[in-house]
């Protein structure tokens, strides 16, 4: 079976969305900050939604340890994740544009790499580096919309994982608490609700709902 017409794959997600809101999917530019567990189902549930810009970064590669909870396949061990996202990505959502980055992100080149955005979503797994995008989207770029993920470690109530909004333009995922030191580290069913979480807020914010 051949792959759907843009056109065609356009009016089924407008069927399902509505006009209104598919345009501003379409229009949105968002950029995803790490590729593991948030990131990946991140980045997938986006596509399916519609999102016409993603831009995904990572300079790590798949390895058997990461096939638990993220979106990559055997065959991709080994594999810049960036460059194995990309293609799935282009699978799930053939008329997507998607640029992909395999680069280690800082404060020197967060202002300049991530400037086409919209929305920066923060999915690193370490403390510091999630503190470090943060800080610098919260004091460098107070224009974008920032969506970070903090707590999804362990087997607690998924009801624990919630959304809030921190700042005006600052919405945090998680249970806040969890940590993958203190624990059996990272559940697939887990990360996959917060990265669900941290979806949903950007769907949310493309469409101008701006409460939790």
Known sequence: MSVPSREEMYRALEERHGADLQKKLDSASVAICGLGGLGSNIAISLARAGVGHL???????????????????????????????????????????????NIKLSEDNIPDLLSDADIIVEAFDKADQKAMLVNCVLESMPDKFLVSGSGMAGIAPSNMITTNKITKRFYLCGDGVSDVEDGMGLVSSRVLICAGHQAHAVIRIIAGEFDI
Not at 68 to 77: G, H, K, S, T
């Open 55 to 101: 831009h995904i970064i990572d300079f790590d590669r798949v390895d058997i340890s990461n096939l638990n909870r993220q979106q990559y396949f055997p065959e991709q061990l080994g594999q810049l994740k960036s460059v194995a996202l990309k293609d799935t990505l282009e699978r799930i959502a053939p008329y997507c544009h998607i640029k992909a980055d």
